[in-house]
């Protein structure tokens, strides 16, 4: 309702002049972290982007009373290193982490199971100190190949049971050394 120009009002409640922007100019992809091609780059340590990936963390946490750990594991490792390959594993497919994700993560790399002895070798190996370490993070997503993070976790737990865990995970199993 319009104010009677006679009627005395505070300065602060008179009605202030709107702002007018400018007309925006045109948009260019110049920023450092933009991508200019229709594709995501692929490469070691480029990341798999998808939304909302955080959330795999504590979806991995669900799983902590659950895991098997071999002597010289770290829990805190197995969650953080579980939840960058859900994040991952969802990220491919272009959608956010579920419970799911989570769960083939853990059963590649056989932390919900009794896991074999070469099994538990190279996975102490591939998750030492991956929670504190970028570098070895990287390693370890990027060492898991995409073919693997398409199965579903009954498919990943059929497969390692089976003992082709070393297919799946991209490693090559550790063997004994020969006697001279």
């Known amino acids: 309702m319009t104010q009677p120009s006679f009627v005395p009002i ?7 002049p709107s702002l007018h922007l400018e007309v925006p100019g045109r948009w260019t992809t110049d920023r450092p972290a933009e991508l200019r091609i229709p594709t995501r780059p692929a490469g070691p340590s480029m990341g798999t982007p998808g939304s909302d990936q955080g959330f795999a963390l ?3 946490r669900r799983f902590e009373d659950r895991l098997r750990l071999a002597a010289g594991e770290s829990a805190e490792d197995v ?8 994040s991952r594993r969802s990220g491919l497919v272009g959608r956010a982490p579920s419970v799911y ?3 083939a993560a853990l059963a590649l790399w056989g ?14 190996r591939a998750f030492q100190s991956v929670s504190h370490d970028y570098v070895v993070q990287r390693a370890l997503v ?3 190949p ?10 990943v737990t059929d497969a390692v049971a089976a003992g082709g865990w070393a297919e799946l995970i991209g490693a ?6 020969q006697p001279a």
């Open 10 to 16: 505070a300065e602060a409640d008179q009605v202030r």
């Open 58 to 60: 504590r979806l991995a």
């Open 79 to 86: 969650v953080v290193g579980a939840a960058l390959l859900a």
């Open 101 to 103: 994700d989570v769960q």
């Open 111 to 124: 932390f919900l199971v009794d896991a074999p002895a070469g099994l538990v070798a190279v996975r102490r």
């Open 142 to 144: 990027d060492q898991v």
């Open 146 to 155: 995409e073919a693997t993070l398409a199965l579903t976790p009954d498919q």
């Open 172 to 177: 090559i199993e550790p063997t004994e050394p």
